[in-house]
Nanobody
Framework: QVQLVESGGGLVQPGGSLRLSCAAS????????MGWYRQAPGKQRELVAT???????NYADSVKGRFTISRDNAKKTMYLQMSNLKPEDAAVYYC????????????????WGQGTQVTVSS
């Protein structure tokens, strides 16, 4: 089994910053792409940012220049540094990872964390 656990969410004022973490644990041989997604009430889940195992990144236009995704492969942990937060950034943030559990099986499985709430309000 693989678990992804997010942390770091909370309440922040507009213009403030937060750092989210996503720690992977369990039966893991390797992790390929990882990503952050968010879902606001009444809206569909949307991509925020992704990062490959080699460190290549991709961002939604709405967060470019404000959010930075990173990962520590040794710690099996991904981060999202969020700056200049806006009310429209408020959502539940989910991490996703493509995990290869076993060395003898080449397939990757997509796992999701349980989500962490980010509230942006004065």
């Amino acid at each position: 089994q693989v678990q992804l656990v997010e942390s770091g969410g909370g309440l922040v004022q507009p213009g403030g910053s937060l750092r989210l973490s996503c720690a992977a644990s369990g039966t893991i041989f390797s992790i390929n792409d990882m990503g952050w997604y968010r879902q606001a009430p009444g809206k569909q889940r949307e991509l925020v940012a992704t990062i490959s195992s080699g460190g290549s990144t991709n961002y939604a236009d709405s967060v470019k220049g404000r959010f930075t995704i990173s990962r520590d492969n040794a710690k099996k942990t991904m981060y999202l540094q969020m700056s200049n937060l806006k009310p429209e950034d408020a959502a539940v943030y989910y991490c996703n990872a493509a995990v290869r559990p076993y060395s003898l099986r080449p397939n990757y499985i997509s796992y999701w964390g349980q989500g962490t709430q980010v509230t942006v309000s004065s």
